[in-house]
């Protein structure tokens, strides 16, 4: 990943946290990285832990940011998320998968936040 979309992508994570935490969730991790990849935020929702994957384009040239969430990539988010729920002794806790899709403008304003609740289940 080149600079420029590193800083796309940090950009969108930031709008995205700020977000979450205006509508009361608690941030529990930031950049979460396990063995098989990486989950962008964690947060507590209620009685929820929530896995949160954001998705920040620049244009909708190629599509809408959440359509970059394959099922390949919620494979590898359930893996993380899994192994996240182990290390924190929270296997029997209720979860769910959240896609934040973010839509800046070549200028970097944020022009759209799309908060998608339940994007996905589980994938094995």
């Not at 403008?105 to 936040?113: T, Y």
Request: a positive charge; proline letters at 2%.
């Amino acid at each position: 990943m080149d600079h420029s979309r590193l800083n796309i992508a940090k950009i969108g994570e930031s709008l995205a946290a700020k977000h979450l935490k205006a509508r009361g969730c608690k941030i529990l991790a930031q950049n979460y990285r396990a063995r098989r990849g990486e989950i962008d935020i964690v947060v507590r929702d209620g009685e929820f832990t929530v896995f949160v994957e954001v998705k920040t384009r620049r244009s909708l040239k190629f599509g809408l940011p959440q359509a970059a969430v394959t099922w390949q990539k919620q494979r590898q988010i359930s893996k993380v998320a899994l192994a996240y729920l182990q290390a924190h002794n929270l296997l029997d806790a209720p979860c769910r998968f959240d896609v934040i899709a973010i839509h800046l403008s070549p200028q970097l304003e944020l022009l759209r936040l799309e908060q998608i609740e339940s994007a996905f289940d589980f994938q094995a």
